[in-house]
């Protein structure tokens, strides 16, 4: 290291207790006083600081700092610039002294790591004991077993594995621990059991608080010295929350060891059942059913495993890759949102969907150009909502009538067609039936679509308003003790029209 440079030497303070005081950094603080070296606290709130004032170790703080900026980013920005100014123009060495280990959750640090070497300055850094030594020496458990720190201020579900211990830093009050909580109770039970520990090591000082998760914001006394400890959990409750678990368990099915009729599978064999699952989950957002919803989104999501296991077997791909395509895609074709692009309206977003669609099949070396316009509607769609996006993507190059009026006199120019094919022999017209009438269903989509009403939801809704007006038939027979065979069409049509006005409608 070049001498003639300026020079940060970070030390590391410790846990608060002096006894944990390394002997190295307490020989450079001592010298402090004899030369020429300005030393500076990142914080005066730290049991250590009373030595120092012992021994007429002169420093300053950069207490200050945490008032003058309103996030903590800006603090530690603001130490960072600071030191680096005081070392240039100082000419001699800068001593910062924080509070445990300098590399172990202290941004600051990692500020300096990065800018000292475009500054030209020599960076030294002095470990110290981290607060995680107390942790695992107070709270007890051996972190080879599996282990995580994380930040209480940015922590997220999507970090918290239950199969790990975890200590939490950066509990600075009761609202930080509020907000812990509620991240915490998406991934454990309610009275999961977790642990408080206040100023760990510190004589006279140190407390350790067992408390169901859901108290955790009760307990007093957090501070720059508390931690909260989520132990590993030994059960398999909170594991049925994460997606390794279901991972898990479909290879289980699919093993050896597994179920008969899982390992049997193909894609071909579960063809009916994804599409059977499928339509269940739309059943329930009929329904307005939100348990039963959840219920029918994981058979449906069961599917979508089974399929990747499937391929995961013969080394093609995994869910994960499944998962990591798919994130790729919503980044990629969202630029409005992940990107420098912007979109209006939904609309706006439409139209810069589809091209970055297109620019994706330009660079696979599909000429788009020599691709139908009716190219991408799925060969299996249900036959009205496959009509639908035939219509929608011939509209798009004009291929499309002006005005309801003209749609409309489509209709019963089809229906006069079929009226046609009815009145001659079956044995002679079948197909021209069949043909006929499916040109009546498509002309009936098109009305749909000029009216902006999805065909399939349109017949859902009268498939669920006939079979609650039927259901009161079948009800007013009953309560007279009456069978079909006993009843004739007039009587079930006084029905009818009775359950038309006295049936309330589900309008969903």
Known sequence: MSTSNPRITVLGLGTGDEDQLTLGVWKKLQLTAKSQAKLFLRTKDHPMVHLLDANAI?????????????SFEGVYE????????????QGTEVLYAVPGHPMVAEYTVQLLKQRCPSE???LQITGGESFLDQAFLRFGFDPIDGFQLLDATSISRYALNPQLHTVIGQVYDTYTASDLKISLMESYPDEYRVVVGHALGVAGQEQIIEVPLHELDHVKGYGNLSLVWVPRS???????RTFGKLHEIVQTLRSPEGCPWDREQTHESL???LIEEAYEVLETIDEDDPDHMCEELGDLLLQVMLHAQIEEEIGTFSVYDVIATLNEKLIRRHPHVFGDSSAEDADEALVNWNAIKAEEKRKKGIDVTKQSVL???PRELPGLMKAMKLQKKAAVVGFDWTDLDDVLAKVEEELAELREAIVKPA?????????????????IVN??????????????HTNRKFIQRFSYIEEQLRLKGRSFEQTGLSEMEVYWQEAKKVVKLDQR
């Open 58 to 70: 002169p420093y300053e703080t950069f207490d200050a700092n945490y008032m003058s900026n309103e």
């Open 78 to 89: 603001s130490i960072a610039a600071e030191l680096i100014k005081t070392a240039k123009n």
């Open 120 to 122: 030209g300055i020599d």
């Open 234 to 240: 030994e059960g398999q409750e909170t594991y049925y």
């Open 271 to 273: 063809r009916k059942n």
């Open 375 to 377: 190219d991408g509607v």
């Open 427 to 443: 044995e002679e017209s079948a197909q021209e039936r069949r043909d006929e009438l499916g040109d009546v269903l498509f002309s």
């Open 447 to 460: 009305v749909a679509r000029f009216l902006k009403v999805d065909p399939e939801e349109a017949l859902a």
